[in-house]
């Protein structure tokens, strides 16, 4: 059972849609859960962090963690075509051992 | 700031043959990370260092991988006797505390022929 999975996609969404990403992850102790966008040939950029169950809140951008469930999700909202990119989700299950999902493509249509 | 920087950009190299790759990190951040990504895969981690010491290495890490921080600041990974396997995106990020938020350098990419 890999750590972090996530859908592959590809997810297209029209421009000014919500996109959402999902990431499931396997270790019940996980402690910290982030969210990195990734373009074609560059390196991950993070985009947001959540410690605690509930809902984070930045800009366009929502985190979403149930521990219970075992999930974490990113909501786009206004999706734009310059958030057309893969997205990876990375758990960490304490200690300094961070896990990546494989990432899911996100293309957003104009 | 000018975030983590890496370097060479990229390093193409003949089998058989050893590498070096230098990750300079965000500097006030202890902790520094590798990691390899291949394509359409996420990060992998490799090893990480606070400070100094290196206190952790993926059991996937073999005896051709070395990796140091000789002062805390910059770090080194070194690759000997290079295979056609190892290319791929070799990636240094670094954190300010221990399950924290990472930064990551534009990464090294290593072709090997």
Redesign the interface.
Not at chain 1, 42 to 46: F, G, T, Y
Not at chain 1, 94 to 103: A, I, K
């Given at each position: 059972q890999k750590e972090?999975e996530q859908n592959?996609g590809p997810l297209s969404v029209p421009e000014g849609a919500i996109a959402s990403l999902n990431c499931t992850y396997s270790d019940r102790g996980s402690?910290?859960f982030?969210w990195?966008r990734q373009y074609s040939g560059?390196?991950?950029?993070?985009i947001m962090?959540i410690y605690s169950n509930g809902d984070k809140e930045d800009g366009r951008f929502t985190a979403q963690l149930n521990k219970a469930s075992q999930y974490v999700s990113l909501l786009i909202r206004d999706s734009q075509p310059s958030d057309s990119a893969t997205y990876?989700c990375?758990v960490?299950k304490?200690?300094?051992?961070?896990?990546?999902?494989?990432?899911t493509s996100l293309t957003v249509i104009p | 700031d000018t975030g983590v920087s890496q370097d060479p950009r990229h390093k193409i190299t003949k089998r058989g043959q050893n590498v070096t790759f230098r990750c300079d990190p965000i500097s006030e951040h202890n902790r520094l990370y590798w990691y390899r990504q291949t394509l359409g895969q996420g990060p992998e981690f490799l090893t990480y260092f606070q400070n100094e010491a290196q206190l952790e290495k993926s059991r996937l890490l073999s005896d051709r991988f070395s990796a140091e921080r000789p002062k805390g600041s910059f770090s080194t990974l070194e690759i000997q006797r290079t295979e056609q396997g190892d290319s791929a995106m070799y990636l240094c990020a670094s954190s300010p505390f221990e399950s924290g938020e990472q930064f990551f350098g534009p990464g090294t990419r290593l072709t090997v022929l």
């Open positions: 972090v592959s402690q910290s982030f990195y560059k390196s991950p950029e993070l962090s990876l990375a960490n304490g200690g300094n051992q961070f896990y990546f999902g494989t990432g | -």
